[in-house]
């Protein structure tokens, strides 16, 4: 009855010391601070810390402090990033070790702090005369624990400048900026329970670069009593006072050449405004502000009608102005307050429908868009403002990018070719217009 124990009965007596207990960490950036209790073994001396498979260790040297638990703790160094299994072991002079215990301990690196959800730049404003560079910032989430945002720039007298822009704020100036100028932006954190400020990388940010650039006249003379609108960057109409729907084929280097004319096919005592809207379809506000759809076949204006058979499919829409994009048109009330409409391709609506998308636009004049990218408008001392538009039709932050633009009656976009016509009818085309790396001084 005794084989089991026998082997063990000659053996001398095992004495284990007080096991590490309680391990707590706290992470940091590429280091972290652990802290874990030792009990009242009066005959420990120090605890070995091992992490890469018992590769790596550190002693950490135990000076009694009185009878009972007793709390300990250090900082290690040069830590990899992510989950590290630790393990620690009590020892002493006379050679007595404790079992082991162990813990899963975080370091933070690079990869956690890109996770982070820093803040974005939403609108960048560059003041040229004054060399003064605006930009607004989303919100913070209070949750992400940002402690503050930085921007790094060289101004224009070479001198490197740090600006800290606290949670709260939400735009920041950049003075004495130069035109071209590069600075860099990040958010820094200081997350819940940690010991380290946690940057995420600079990104990089040019301001636009001013040019003068009048662009070329070409040698069509433009009509201010006509309205012009692009099909699909390959065509322009022209809508002139008569009712006619003249095509010009776009050239390349801009030019335009007239490939057809198709006369009083919309009368302008019937409609007030007409564009081109999407595949072949055309859409029309009636002087009665009725909203219909149409096709131009054999030279003939013809209705596009709803399912049900009507000729109409909206009514009461008695706005100011219409600027079609893709899938949706904008419409402009008299105090500038802006909705969207989902005209489908059979006259019916999509949905939500009527939707105000912002408010204040009625200082632009004149008042387009861009490529389908951006709302361009000319304020009244001058300025171009630009305007992102997103797939769904919401408008983002203004940006200056030009100066002299009321130099022109009207504008006209086209793809990316942008025409400007004077007040003589002189067009000018500006081709591969660029909304974000320059700054067009036209006057």
Do not use: C
Not at 70 to 86: H, K, M, N, Y
Not at 186 to 203: A, C, K, L, M, S
Not at 256 to 281: C, N
């Amino acid at each position: 009855m005794d084989d089991i124990q026998s082997e063990y009965a000659s053996r001398e007596e095992g004495v284990y010391l007080g096991k590490v207990d309680s391990i707590k960490y706290f992470p940091g950036f590429g280091r972290a601070k652990i802290t874990w209790y030792i009990g009242a073994d009066p005959k420990i001396d120090q605890t070995v810390i091992y992490w890469n498979m018992r590769k790596d260790s550190i002693v950490k040297d135990f000076v009694r402090k009185g009878s009972g638990l007793q709390r300990d703790s250090v900082i290690l160094e040069d830590l990899p990033e992510g989950t590290t299994l630790f393990e620690f072991r009590n020892i002493n002079k006379e050679g007595e070790t404790s079992l082991y215990s162990s813990a899963s301990i975080t370091v933070w690196g690079a990869e956690f702090a890109s996770s982070l959800y820093g803040r974005d730049l939403t609108a960048f404003d560059f003041n040229y005369p004054e060399n003064l560079y605006t930009l607004e910032l989303s919100e913070s989430v209070p949750n992400e624990n940002v402690s503050y945002s930085q921007i790094v720039y060289t101004d224009l007298d070479g001198q490197e400048k740090t600006l800290k822009i606290k949670p709260e704020e939400v735009s920041v100036e950049l003075p004495n900026f130069p035109d071209g100028g590069e600075f860099q932006f990040r958010t820094v954190f200081f997350p819940t329970q940690g010991i380290d400020t946690v940057y995420n990388e600079f990104e990089k940010f040019s301001a636009p670069t001013a040019v003068s650039e009048r662009g070329t006249r070409i040698s069509l003379t433009g009509n201010l009593t006509s309205k012009y609108f692009d099909r699909n960057g390959e065509s322009l109409y022209e809508w002139n006072a008569n009712g006619d729907i003249i095509v010009y084929n776009i050239n390349a280097d801009g030019t335009l050449s007239k490939s057809q004319t198709h006369a009083g096919i919309v009368p302008r005592d019937t409609y007030r405004d007409f564009f081109f809207y999407d595949d072949d379809k055309f859409i029309g506000i009636s002087t009665g502000n009725a909203v219909s759809m149409h096709r131009i076949v054999n030279n003939e204006l013809v209705y596009v009608q709803t399912p049900t058979g009507a000729n109409t499919f909206g009514s009461g829409f008695g706005f100011e102005k219409f600027i079609p994009t893709r899938g949706y048109f904008f419409s402009m009330a008299e105090n500038g307050e802006m909705k969207t409409w989902l005209a489908q391709n059979n006259a019916t609506w999509g949905s939500p429908n009527g939707a105000t998308v912002g408010t204040g636009y009625a200082i632009y004049e004149p008042f387009l868009l861009f490529n389908h990218v951006a709302l361009l408008g000319v304020e009244e001392n001058g300025n171009l403002a630009s305007m992102p538009v997103s797939a769904s039709g919401s408008i983002g932050s203004k940006s200056t990018i030009g100066s002299g633009w009321d130099r022109f009656e009207k504008i006209v976009n086209a793809g990316k070719k942008l025409y400007g016509i004077e007040a003589n009818g002189d067009i000018y085309v500006f081709n591969d217009f660029n909304l974000t790396e320059k700054y067009w001084i036209v006057d």
